[in-house]
C-alpha cells in the first residue's frame, strides 16, 4: 500500500475512494478486511521527499500527500489484533537510534506485529530536504546500510528480555546487569547506546528489504528475514530466488528463514477478458501526456512522435538506451497487442509484474510459482480501492483456500509467527 493502490489511475477509477490515500477512515476499513482475510501484513511504502517527476504528472498523483508512516502504522494497530505492520524507513537519511526506537515502540504498541523495510533511498529529490545538494552515492548508500543494519539491531538488544523487575517491595524497577550499552564506532556510524526501551516483543521486529541490484541482493541475503522484488516474469523469478537463497546459504543462514515475496499486481474478473478489460480500463485514466515521457526513456527514443492510437512502430530507431529495457517494452507491445497510448499509460499506472484473470487462473499461476521456487509468497498490490481488494479477499483467497494454499486463520499473535521465522536470541545475554 501506498498507503493505498501504487497505479497512478487507482483513484479515478469507478467507484474508487478518490481521497483514500489520506483518509484514517477508508484505511482503517481496509486494513480489517485484510485481517479479516489472514493476511500476513499490511505494508505501507513511504517517500522523504515529492516523487520527482514533470509537473504534469505530479498534478495528477494521489501520491503527493500521504501519512508518516509510523503514525499511521500505530493507529491502524490500535484497531487490529492480528494483521503485522510493515513500513518503510531510510537509512540514508535516517540515524539508527531513532528507527530502532520508533519500530521497538511499534512492536510494543501492536504485542509484536511491526516489521522494518530497510532501504537506501533513490529519489535525488530527497537530499535537498536534508541539507545535502546533491544525492549519496549508491555504493555509499549501501555501505552505510549494512552498518546500519548492526547499529538498530545491536540497539533492540540493548535488555535482556527479563532486564524489567518492577518488585514494587524493593524498589528495584530493572537489573542493571541485563543491560547493554552498545558503544559502535564504525566507518559510518558513532552511536553509544543503549536504547531508552525494552527489547521488542519479537526480539527484532522482522527485517524486509526490496533491492535487486548486485549489493541489494547482498544485503537481503544477509540481513533479510523476507524480501520484496518485482521479477518481470517466472523465470526471472526462479533466477532471483535460486541467487538470493544461495547468497544466504552462503553467509551462514538457513535459507528458510528468508522469504521472497515478490510483487503481484492482482486484477480479478469472472473471465479473463472482463479482467483484462479491467486492467486497460485503469491503465486508460492514467494521462497520456504525463506518461509518454516514461515510455521515452524505456525505449531510448522520442515516443511522442509516434500515433498514440496506432502500434508501436517495428523499425525503431537506434539507441545507446539499455538494450534489456527497450526489449522489455516490445515484447509487452506486441504480446498484448497495445497501442503507444495504452503502453505509456501502462508504463505511467504501473508496469511491474501482474497476474490479470480469474481467482482459478490467478491461482493456477501462483501454485506453479509456488511450487517451482519462484517464490514463498506474494506481496499483493491492489489495482484500486476498495473493489479491487474485495476481489482479492472475498474471491481470489477462497480459491487458495480450498487448494490448501493458505490459512484459514491465524495460528500465532506475532508476524514472526505468521511468516514461520524464528525469534532473535539476544547477542548480549543467554
Given amino acids: 500500500m501506498r498507503p493505498v493502490s501504487l497505479h497512478s489511475g487507482a483513484w479515478r477509477y469507478p467507484g474508487a475512494l478518490p481521497d483514500a490515500n489520506f483518509n484514517l477512515a477508508h484505511l482503517k476499513s481496509f486494513i ?17 521527499a515529492v516523487l520527482n517527476m514533470p509537473i504534469e504528472a505530479l498534478r495528477r498523483s494521489h501520491t503527493v500527500t500521504s501519512f508518516e508512516p509510523f503514525t499511521l502504522l500505530s493507529a491502524l494497530s490500535m484497531v487490529t489484533d492480528r494483521i503485522g ?27 509484536g506485529r511491526a516489521a522494518w523495510n530497510i532501504v537506501t533511498t533513490g529519489n535525488p529529490e530527497t537530499a535537498r530536504n536534508f541539507g545535502l545538494d546533491e544525492h549519496v552515492e549508491h555504493a555509499d548508500r549501501y555501505k552505510r546500510a549494512r552498518e546500519f543494519y548492526d547499529v538498530v539491531t545491536g540497539l ?16 528495584i524497577y530493572f537489573d542493571p546487569e541485563k543491560l547493554h550499552v552498545l558503544n559502535h564506532k564504525g566507518d559510518e556510524l558513532k552511536v553509544r547506546g543503549p536504547l531508552n526501551i525494552a527489547r521488542p ?4 521486529p522482522v527485517i524486509v528489504q526490496a533491492g535487486q541490484s548486485e549489493p541489494g541482493r547482498q544485503l537481503a541475503a544477509e540481513t533479510a528475514e523476507a524480501v520484496f522484488c518485482s521479477p518481470r516474469d517466472l523465470d526471472a523469478a526462479q533466477a532471483l530466488y ?11 543462514r538457513d535459507p528458510d528463514h528468508l522469504k521472497i515475496l ?6 480479478v474478473g469472472d473471465t479473463v477478458e472482463e479482467a483484462k478489460a479491467k486492467r486497460l480500463e485503469v491503465d486508460s485514466l492514467v494521462h497520456y501526456d504525463s506518461t509518454v ?10 515516443a511522442s512522435a509516434f500515433d498514440p492510437d496506432g502500434p508501436l512502430p517495428s523499425d525503431l530507431p537506434e539507441t545507446n538506451a539499455s538494450k534489456t529495457s527497450r526489449a522489455a517494452v516490445v515484447q509487452l507491445a506486441r504480446e498484448e497487442g497495445l497501442t503507444v497510448r495504452q503502453l505509456a499509460q501502462r508504463y505511467g499506472g504501473y508496469s511491474g509484474l501482474a497476474f490479470v484473470g480469474t ?38 483467497i477462497p480459491e487458495l483456500q480450498r487448494r490448501g494454499l493458505f490459512r484459514r486463520d491465524y495460528e500465532g499473535t506475532t508476524l514472526r509467527e505468521h511468516l514461520g521465522l524464528p525469534r532473535p536470541t539476544n547477542r548480549y545475554f543467554e
Avoid at 515521457?293 to 522520442?302: E, K, P
Fill in 32 to 48: 480489517r478486511k485484510l485481517e479479516d482475510a489472514k493476511f500476513d501484513a499490511f505494508f505501507m511504502a513511504d517517500h522523504l
Fill in 85 to 111: 505492520l510493515a513500513a518503510t524507513a531510510s537509512t540514508t537519511y535516517d540515524e539508527p537510534f531513532h528507527i530502532a526506537r520508533r519500530f521497538a515502540s511499534l512492536d510494543h504498541l501492536s504485542n
Fill in 156 to 171: 533492540w538488544d540493548s535488555f535482556a528480555d527479563d532486564a524489567f523487575i518492577r518488585d514494587q517491595a524493593t524498589g
Fill in 201 to 204: 516483543v519479537q526480539g527484532w
Fill in 242 to 252: 535460486a541467487d538470493i537463497k544461495g547468497r544466504a546459504k552462503a553467509a551462514g
Fill in 262 to 267: 515478490p510483487a503481484a499486481f492482482v486484477v
Fill in 293 to 302: 515521457a516514461s515510455l521515452s526513456v524505456a525505449l531510448g527514443t522520442d
Fill in 359 to 396: 481467482p482459478k487462473t490467478i491461482a493456477d499461476e501462483w501454485e506453479t510459482w509456488l511450487a517451482t521456487e519462484a517464490a514463498d509468497g506474494f506481496t499483493v498490490t491492489f489495482p484500486f480501492l476498495p473493489q479491487g481488494l474485495d476481489d482479492v479477499t472475498q474471491r481470489l
